[in-house]
Each structure stands twice: as C-alpha cells, then as structure tokens.
C-alpha cells in the first residue's frame, strides 16, 4: 500500500528495523503505544494511511517475522505491566511485552516457574504466544499455548475480544501460533508451573550419532524434565550427528535444604564474568577471531572433546535460569556472525525418520560446503493449535552464517534440504524461518489447515491490516478458494 492512497505518516517514525539474525533490515514506521487505547490509535493512524500493521515483540524471530517494510510496526514493549498475580494458583495475568526474563523472575520466589521457556529471556510473551514457542521439554509441557487459559485479542477493527477454549476455541487455538496474523494479544492469562527449588539436577554426557541421540532421548523421556542435545554440526561423515546431551529433571522438596535461597532471583543471576575473568559483555571479542569455518571447527571440535572426556557423565545441580538460558550467557554472542548475519534452519521430523533425516541434511551441508557453526536437537510431540510447527519427532536448530561468497551454495543446500524434510513428513517454524517459499509452507501445513487460517483472516481482518514480511512472503497470494489474505491495496 502506499501514502498516496491516504494521509502521509511522519517522517520522524521512519526507524530501521532488524530481524534477530541480522540478515534483514528494513524501514518501517515504528510505533510504541503503552495501552489499548494507544494501540487502537495506532491501527485508525495506519488504516488512514492505507498501511498495513506488523506486530513486533522483542524482534527475536531470527528472521522477517516481526519486520514489516515500509509499513507500521507496532512495538508492543512498553505494554509491560503485570495485571494479576496469584501465588497459590500460579495463575498471572500479563500484558503482551512483559518479557520472559520479567515473568520467570516475578514467580521464581513464590515457587513458580514458567512452564515452557524458550532458549532466550529477552522473548515478549505476546511474541511467545505469538508463535506458540517451545522449550527442552517440548515432548512433556507442549509449547507455551498449553499453559495459556484465555486472552484478549484487538482486532483489526479496533474491536477486543476474549477468547479461551470456551469461547472463540476457533480463535484460540488460531491466534495462539498465528504469527500476528489475526490480532494483536493485549492481556494474557497463563498458568505457571510449581517449583520447589530454585535447582535442577543436570546430567551431561556424550552420543555418537543421531541414533544413538534420538534412542537416549526415548529412553530419557519419560523420567527427564528436560532434555536437549548439541551437535558438532562441523565433525566430519564419520561423526556425523555426534554431540553431547543435557538432561535435567526438577528436585523435589525434600531434595534441596537451601531452597529459600535457591528460589530467589539473586541466586539464579546469570555471572557477570565467564571464567571468572572476562566480563560476560566483552565475551564474544574473544570468540571473534574465531567466527570463520575453521575457528568455529575447532570449538565445536574442542566441546565434544571436554565433553565426552573430562565432562561426561557428570551430574550437576544448575539454577534454572542458567540452564534455561545458556545462550544468554555471553551477550551480544550472535555479533560474531557480523557481517552477513545468520539464518537458522530448524525443521521438525518425525521420530521414525529424524535420524536418517539429520544425517541427509548433514551430508547436504558438507556437499555444498555450508556448515552451521551451532546445532541443538530437541524431542518434540504434536499439539492442537492450527499453525503448529511441532510433530511426535525430533528437530535440528542449524545455525548458519550468512556470506556474500557462498550465498547461492546455501540456497541451494537450504532448498535440498526442504526437500528432504517434505519427503520425511516433516514441519518448519515461522519463528526461525527466513527461506521457505510458499510451496513449501502449503506442503507441510496442509491445504486444510491453511484454509481454516484464510478464513479465520477473513473474518476478523478483512482488509488484511495484519501483515508482515513474512506474511507476504508465505501467503501474500495464497488463493485456495478463498482471495484471502491479499494485499491491502487490492482490498481497498
Ligand atoms: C537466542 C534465541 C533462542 C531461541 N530459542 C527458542 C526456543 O528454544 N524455542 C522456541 O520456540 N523459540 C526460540 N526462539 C525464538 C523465539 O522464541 C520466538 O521467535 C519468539 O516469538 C520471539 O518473541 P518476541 O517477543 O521476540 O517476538 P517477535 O519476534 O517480535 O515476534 C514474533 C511473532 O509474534 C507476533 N507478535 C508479537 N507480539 C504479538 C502480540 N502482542 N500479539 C500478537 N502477535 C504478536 C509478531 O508479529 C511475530 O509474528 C529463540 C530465539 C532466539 C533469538
């Protein structure tokens, strides 16, 4: 849509917005309302304007699902209050831009604890219901919409609805997972989950192939709170898929005498410095020299190494914050990726096919020559919700470097892959996508699920007001039998 259809916006909003992986960066009128009243401003400046409205969290999608070129963006950050608390229940009632780190250390001293917790804090929990995030428990607590007991979407209209599995079911289990699609969440209802101590017991040991991970998990499932896996991803065709397991489970009361301590934040607090030493802001100077494919070799090669000698089958007790969110830990770590950025690939297979899979998808990496400098595996189970990324499997989060010399080797080897993921049955997640086509996002949602979606957003926004890069990417023209979703300008 352009200005010239309506009234100009102000220069002076005009803000330059990144996705998370720093492969993307966009200009976009940026907007920051605090409360509903705010928000439904925003939306009458936009339509006016003939924009359309892109929602935007903490902009942690590593790719353009919280960009919205040349349009509104509406930073939902500032609406960060905290509505309700219910310490015996564990029942809170947040706005949207309250983030992660906000919630966990909220309840943490009540002996609570977020059900589901991605692999970074710096998450809103609008974006988190947003895209029906998951955590290292995924095959035990769903992903966080499970948790979710009802909330209030502002329509495109500037109308608020209520929706739980009561009421509007249709929406909820659409919303919850529906990138921003259908509304914008302006309180949340969730359910926490009680902890009685402010530990875990981790045990880290390390595995040899993805068959040999994959049967560890199922073996673990049952007993483990948590588990993930990180693979060498550079180790050659003989170690493919080696890697080393985390596995945690919750202490129950009687297995922690300090747990009045252990449940205050002061003691969950990620260190200031690594190694005693090093500021933890400063950290990833260190690894820059290393940010190249053979540097990163020889970490990856260097972890496996400690970890399957020195560190293996070790059992320690970690605070939930540090193992939750090792990825904090050095701040700023994804710098290193500078210039080109990263994209992560993270695909979901079913369990009788991962293995196979992953080790396909490896040999395609060293086929082209694009190696992810991190890969992290999860278990995962199925869930009601229409846009769901989960499958009863297993998923590889790869994370590659972005480079302007081995660009088109990467989309080759992305494109390979998809293909081999479709053929296994296998799903994506909008939250790291940055290269599926639209075939591909039809493939594994299925013409069903799509179709529901379509006429969800018919209905509740038929001018297609809600759209970002993303959207436009994966369902701009999508016309099963329905014209919806369009491009704004058509459906003025
Ligand atoms: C280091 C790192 C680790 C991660 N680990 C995990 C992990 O373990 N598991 C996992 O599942 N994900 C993980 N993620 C991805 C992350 O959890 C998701 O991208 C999440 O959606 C980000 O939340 P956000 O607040 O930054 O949302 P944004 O990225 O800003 O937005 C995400 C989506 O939600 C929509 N949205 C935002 N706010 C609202 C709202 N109020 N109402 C409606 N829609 C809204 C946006 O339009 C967008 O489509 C990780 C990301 C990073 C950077």
């Not at 009802?150 to 990138?179: M, Q, W």
């Not at 922690?256 to 933890?280: C, H, R, S, W």
Request: with cysteine.
């Amino acid at each position: 849509m352009n200005s010239q259809n309506g009234l100009k916006l102000p220069l002076s909003r005009l803000e330059k917005v990144q996705s998370w992986g720093m492969n993307r960066e966009v200009l976009g009128y940026v907007y920051r309302p605090s409360t509903v009243a705010g928000l439904q401003e925003v939306i009458a400046t936009a339509r006016n304007a003939g924009r359309s409205v892109g929602i935007r969290g903490g902009g942690c999608s590593y790719g353009d699902a919280s960009l919205n070129s040349e349009n509104v963006v509406l930073d939902i950050t500032r609406m960060n209050r905290i509505l309700a608390w219910d310490p015996a229940t564990g029942i809170i009632e947040i706005e949207p831009g309250v983030t992660l780190q906000r919630l966990w250390q909220y309840v943490i001293g009540d002996g609570w604890w977020p059900p589901v917790v991605s692999g970074t804090m710096f998450v809103t929990m609008g974006g988190a219901v947003g895209m029906n995030y998951h955590g290292k428990n995924n095959y035990k607590m769903g992903p966080v919409g499970e948790h979710v007991l009802e909330f209030d979407l502002l329509l495109a209209d500037g109308t608020v609805i209520n929706c739980s599995r009561e009421h509007r079911p249709d929406i909820f289990f659409a919303a919850i997972g529906g990138f921003g699609m259908l509304g914008c969440f302006t309180r949340i209802v969730m359910k926490m989950k009680r902890v009685y101590s402010g530990l875990l017991e981790v045990d880290a040991f390390a595995t040899r192939s993805f068959a040999e991970i994959a049967r560890v998990f199922e073996e673990r499932m049952a007993d483990d709170d948590y588990l993930v896996g990180w693979i060498d991803c550079m180790a050659g065709s003989q170690n493919s898929g080696r890697g080393l397991v985390h596995a945690a489970r919750y202490l129950r009361a009687d297995e922690d005498p300090n747990a009045p301590q252990t449940l205050q934040v002061a003691y969950q607090g990620l260190p200031e410095t690594m190694f005693g030493l090093i500021p933890k802001s400063i950290m990833w100077r260190f690894l820059k020299p290393f940010s190249n494919d053979p540097g990163m070799r020889l970490i990856n090669w260097a972890r496996f190494l400690l970890g399957s000698t020195l560190g293996n089958y070790k059992t320690v007790r970690q605070s939930h914050a540090a193992f939750a969110f090792l990825l904090d830990y050095v701040p700023n770590w994804k710098l290193v990726y500078r210039p080109g950025g990263l994209i992560q690939y993270q695909s979901f297979i079913p369990a009788e096919h991962a293995a196979a899979c992953f080790d396909e998808q490896m040999a395609i990496c060293r086929k082209f020559r694009v190696y992810p400098w991190l890969g992290v595996f999860k278990r995962h189970r199925t869930d009601n919700f229409l846009m769901t990324h989960a499958v009863d499997g297993y998923s590889l989060a790869l994370d590659f470097p972005v480079r302007k010399r081995y660009e088109s080797r990467l989309n080759q080897a992305v494109e390979e892959m998809n293909r081999v993921v479709l053929e296994s049955g296998g799903r994506f997640y909008f939250a790291k996508d940055s290269t599926l086509t639209r075939q591909d996002a039809l493939t594994y949602l299925g013409s069903d699920a799509v179709l529901k979606f379509q006429r969800l957003k018919a209905e509740l926004d038929p001018n297609n007001l809600w759209q970002t890069d993303l959207s436009r990417r994966l369902f701009g023209d999508w016309d099963i039998n329905t014209p919806h979703p369009r491009p704004l300008q058509e459906a003025r």
